[in-house]
């Protein structure tokens, strides 16, 4: 079982970056990892996955360009980078990961693949 710890959320203004960080507790080579989000009064949506190996991901529509996934396995972290920020992105950002399945290349893109789930971390973009 693994535990998933995300940071760096925070406040900023429109037009900013972040970068999120989502920490695992065991080694996420094991793990197809995803970032999802819910924004205040909306379902929980997702924003994009990454394969095992770090090679495929993908994204939502309407997170294609703005936002990127990446992993470092040696660190057991995923990132999610997060540029041009704007307030209709205010939301707890979810790093989830999925034990499903073992091939490396494998990305998932709806929610119930993932069965290990972060606490989230909130990001408030402000105009």
């Known amino acids: 079982q693994v535990q998933l710890v995300e940071s760096g959320g925070g406040l900023v203004q429109a037009g900013a970056s972040l970068r999120l960080s989502c920490a695992a507790s065991g080694r996420t080579t094991s793990y197809v990892m995803g970032w999802f989000r819910r924004a205040p009064g909306k379902e929980r949506e997702f924003v994009g996955g990454i394969s095992r190996s770090g090679v495929n991901t993908y994204y939502a529509d309407s997170m294609k360009g703005r936002f990127t996934i990446s992993r470092d396995n040696a660190k057991n972290t995923v990132y999610l980078q997060i540029n041009s920020l704007k307030p209709e992105d205010t939301a707890d950002y979810y790093c989830?990961?999925?034990?499903?399945?073992?091939?490396?290349?494998?990305?998932?893109?709806?929610?119930?693949?993932?069965?290990?789930w972060g606490q989230g971390t909130q990001v408030t973009v402000s105009s």
């Open positions: 989830a990961a999925s034990d499903l399945g073992t091939h490396s290349g494998t990305v998932y893109y709806t929610q119930s693949p993932y069965n290990y």
